[in-house]
């Protein structure tokens, strides 16, 4: 199994999966990711990730891998997004939209040989989250994938990675449960 992660084999791995049947490019950013649907500066849709962080290619890959065809023809999908420094509402609000992405994550984290961290990303709110209960959410929606099936977009970049990176089928016991990670 290789242990070198590069952000260009990402790329590289993604629009090979994915350009030429979704016209969808992953784009290394400078500053915050975003997804920006086709337009009239590009005939690609494009998932921006942040800087060249391998992390946050496979987390930006994860949302455009469960939006639907009419969220990928809106800028960031048309996703609600608070950004950090959230009260405790909103911060509710936001992780019961990142479990599925960030199961999502996990699995190609995982597929790939990539450590992952779950992230509640709300380093300067008014409020602590309760990480390992955040992450048993995104345990449990793991399992349910591996139990019911992946999505076909998931899948096929779970196949991809796992035959680039030369890793084993995905099974329960790659997803230690979250006190187990401690």
């Known amino acids: 199994m290789s ?12 629009d090979r999966c994915f350009q030429d049947e979704f016209q969808t490019r992953l784009i290394k950013g ?21 800087h060249g962080y391998y992390a946050s290619a496979l987390h930006e890959i994860s949302h455009w891998c469960i939006a639907g065809a009419e969220r990928r023809k809106q800028v960031d999908f048309g996703y609600w997004y608070c950004p950090d420094g959230r009260d405790a509402a909103t911060q509710n609000k936001f992780e019961s939209v990142e479990i599925k992405p960030q199961a999502l994550e996990w699995m190609f984290s995982v597929a790939a040989g990539f450590p992952f961290n779950v992230s509640c990303d ?20 793991v399992m349910r994938y591996l139990a019911d099936g992946i999505p076909a977009r998931p899948a096929r970049f779970i196949a991809e990675l796992q035959h680039f990176y030369q890793t084993p089928p995905l099974t329960a016991a790659q997803f230690p449960w979250p006190e187990d990670l401690r």
Do not use: K, M
Not at 4 to 13: E, F, K, N, V
């Open 30 to 50: 400078d500053d915050e990711p975003i997804y920006l649907p086709a337009d009239d500066d590009s005939p690609w849709h494009r998932v921006v990730f942040a």
């Open 122 to 141: 709300n380093l300067n709110g008014d409020y602590e989250p309760d990480r390992i209960a955040f992450q048993r959410q995104v345990h449990a929606q």
């Open 3 to 14: 242990t070198t992660h590069h952000y260009q084999d990402l790329i590289t791995l993604f």
